[in-house]
């Protein structure tokens, strides 16, 4: 009798236990709290004590050649001059040496953050160091840097090659001749060639029947020059039936010397876009046909206000990559479009809402009152 008691005392124990887990698993606890952490991030939007001041930024190019590096610097000033900074811009003129120099040169000047726009890690390395060592903050755009402290963004030009040398490939149903035009020395260059080297591989009867590309203070007409000449040197129809173009510069040059040459049975497919790109895609019978991109401004606008979270305080990721969107001329519409307009007809366009920091927007505002 006293054991069947036991067992029933100790069945009524565990029975309650089980009531109070599931209650507990039940109940919602932390929803108070969930509610609590939204609230705060869309009204407790206070500017940091750090950008209390106006924040000076250095943007140290490269290079700057054609729209795509115009509209890049466009975002970079739009964005800044909302958030009430300053910014001062670098081209280097494609020495590196020089790059390095304006590195030390804005160290100097004590900025507040420091945008890299390409420039190679062998070079930009050790001054890069020495900024942040003073507490200055670095983000780079299409570099190899790998620092802890410096965030570096892209346009995932993997994809973007891919993406193009694909539809390449689908056009041409997997056979024919084409002409590469591409430079070494450039990050994004290189690594736009990996990809290629991948598309050789899986496509082996797109053969390659000439390779040729320069970068240079007039890189489109040095394009255009060498075009011409491989196409005299291929006068047939039949001789090439497509150009891969990894630059919008080399894509401008390749696309004039076809159409001056009349043969606009050649298609070209390219990389990146500014207005003056679209412009050419969208002529009556233009060869140039599709290019992959990112929209330069918003590089320019994610660049800067990553900058401004690390002033902040805020955690920015080491790397990121922004997502690149394929441009067919068949996609357009009849009438002339820009950039600004592109997002009708191409989805996900230009909004990619990266580095948005909910203080951003009172600080926008702060900055139009004054």
Same mark, same amino acid.
């Given at each position: 009798?006293?054991?069947?008691w036991l067992a029933f005392v100790l069945l009524l124990v565990l029975l309650a236990g089980c009531t109070n887990e599931q209650d507990a698993v039940s109940k919602p606890a932390q929803q108070p709290k969930e509610e609590t952490k939204q609230t705060n991030e869309?009204?407790?939007?206070? &500017?940091?004590? #750090?950008? /209390?001041?106006?924040? $000076?930024? *250095?943007?140290?190019?490269?290079?700057? !050649?054609?729209?795509?590096?115009?509209?890049?610097?466009?975002?970079?000033?739009?964005?800044?001059?909302?958030?009430?900074?300053?910014?001062? &811009?670098?081209? #280097?003129? /494609?020495?590196?040496? $020089?790059? *390095?120099?304006?590195?030390?040169?804005? !160290?100097?000047?004590?900025?507040?953050?420091?945008?890299?726009?390409?420039?190679?890690?062998?070079?930009?390395?050790?001054?890069?160091?020495?900024?942040?060592?003073?507490?200055?903050?670095?983000?780079?755009?299409?570099?190899?840097?790998?620092?802890?402290?410096?965030?570096?963004?892209?346009?995932?030009?993997?994809?973007?090659?891919?993406?193009?040398?694909?539809?390449?490939?689908?056009?041409?149903?997997?056979?024919?001749?084409?002409?590469?035009?591409?430079?070494?020395?450039?990050?994004?260059?290189?690594?736009?060639?990996?990809?290629?080297?991948?598309?050789?591989?899986?496509?082996?009867?797109?053969?390659?029947?000439?390779?040729?590309?320069?970068?240079?203070?007039?890189?489109?007409?040095?394009?255009?020059?060498?075009?011409?000449?491989?196409?005299?040197?291929?006068?047939?129809?039949?001789?090439?039936?497509?150009?891969?173009?990894?630059?919008?510069?080399?894509?401008?040059?390749?696309?004039?010397?076809?159409?001056?040459?009349?043969?606009?049975?050649?298609?070209?497919?390219?990389?990146?876009l500014s207005d003056e790109d679209l412009q050419m895609i969208q002529q009556p019978n233009s060869p140039w046909v599709a290019t992959t991109a990112t929209d330069p401004a918003e590089v320019g606008r994610v660049q800067v206000r990553f900058?401004?979270?690390?002033?902040?305080?805020?955690?920015?990721?080491?790397?990121?990559?922004?997502?690149?969107?394929?441009?067919?001329?068949?996609?357009?519409?009849?009438?002339?479009?820009?950039?600004?307009?592109?997002?009708?007809?191409?989805?996900?366009?230009?909004?990619?809402?990266?580095?948005?920091?909910?203080?951003?927007?009172?600080?926008?505002?702060?900055?139009?009152?004054?």
């Amino acid at each position: 009798m006293r054991n069947l008691w036991l067992a029933f005392v100790l069945l009524l124990v565990l029975l309650a236990g089980c009531t109070n887990e599931q209650d507990a698993v039940s109940k919602p606890a932390q929803q108070p709290k969930e509610e609590t952490k939204q609230t705060n991030e869309t009204t407790g939007a206070d &500017i940091p004590a #750090a950008l /209390n001041k106006p924040i $000076k930024i *250095a943007a140290i190019m490269q290079m700057s !050649i054609g729209t795509f590096s115009s509209q890049y610097i466009a975002g970079v000033k739009e964005q800044v001059a909302k958030f009430g900074g300053d910014v001062q &811009i670098y081209n #280097a003129d /494609n020495d590196l040496t $020089k790059m *390095a120099s304006y590195v030390e040169t804005a !160290i100097n000047q004590n900025v507040d953050a420091i945008l890299l726009d390409h420039g190679r890690a062998d070079a930009l390395k050790a001054p890069v160091e020495k900024a942040l060592a003073k507490g200055i903050h670095v983000v780079a755009f299409d570099n190899d840097l790998n620092i802890p402290g410096v965030t570096v963004i892209d346009q995932d030009d993997y994809s973007l090659a891919w993406k193009t040398l694909k539809t390449l490939a689908e056009d041409l149903n997997g056979e024919g001749e084409i002409v590469t035009i591409w430079v070494g020395g450039f990050t994004p260059m290189e690594r736009r060639h990996v990809i290629y080297g991948a598309f050789q591989k899986r496509y082996p009867n797109i053969k390659e029947v000439a390779k040729f590309g320069t970068a240079s203070a007039n890189t489109a007409l040095d394009t255009q020059t060498q075009m011409e000449a491989i196409l005299k040197k291929y006068p047939n129809k039949g001789d090439i039936d497509a150009v891969f173009a990894t630059w919008d510069e080399f894509a401008k040059g390749a696309t004039r010397a076809i159409q001056q040459a009349g043969r606009t049975e050649i298609k070209v497919y390219g990389i990146d876009l500014s207005d003056e790109d679209l412009q050419m895609i969208q002529q009556p019978n233009s060869p140039w046909v599709a290019t992959t991109a990112t929209d330069p401004a918003e590089v320019g606008r994610v660049q800067v206000r990553f900058a401004y979270q690390k002033i902040a305080g805020e955690k920015t990721p080491n790397i990121y990559s922004l997502e690149p969107h394929l441009v067919k001329r068949s996609d357009l519409p009849d009438q002339q479009v820009s950039m600004g307009e592109l997002h009708n007809y191409i989805s996900g366009w230009g909004q990619s809402n990266v580095a948005v920091s909910p203080w951003m927007k009172t600080l926008e505002q702060q900055v139009k009152k004054q």
